[in-house]
């Protein structure tokens, strides 16, 4: 499978080339800057370099020509402001969405956040950022040229990933690995029967590829 990855740059994303490439799939990362282009080529990746807040919708589309799957594994970052939340978290998403659907890619996978919530109340900037994420995966979730399913993740931490994950449509708070997400990524890009879920990841204790198969076709 050739997948190509929004956010090519990004702690979830570098794990899930890594992945990917060690699986036999070609793994895409777009990038904003070229400086990054060795640490995804580090990772097995091919690293492709543009900017999801300046690009056209045909400049990515380009890009996903060919593509067996999308994921969006883009974000503004922690140290951000809320313009950003808006421009990447939410505008870059759809962005990618369009692209994809021009582009004929049917299989689209977001990392979106657990609470994502386009009605979520608050003026902190972290508000800001749920109800970004929850308008783009309601943007995503409404278009029915696509494959999708969303993934939001509990709270992420560095600690070295147990393959062990709870995966539901609802699984209540709690931590989870970065490498554990990225494990569970890896599946979902090549598991067309998670289309059309909403899943909330978390720690637990089941392996990562039966976490997976038990939710297909729900």
Known sequence: MRIVIAGGHGRIALRLERLLSAGGHEAVGLIRRPEQAEDLRTAG???VVLDLEAASVEEVAEVLRGANAAVFAAGAGPDSGAARKDTVDRGAAVLFADAAERAGVRRFVVVSSMGADARHEGDEVFDVYLRA??????????????EW??????????????GLVRLEARTGRGPVPRDDVAAVLAELVDSPGTAGLTLELVGGSTPVTVAVRSVAGN
């Open 149 to 162: 399913t969303v993934l939001r993740p509990g709270m992420l931490t560095d600690d070295a990933g147990t």
């Open 133 to 146: 994420k929850g308008a783009a995966d309601d943007a995503v979730r409404s278009r029915e040229g696509l």
């Open 45 to 47: 990746a091919e690293p």
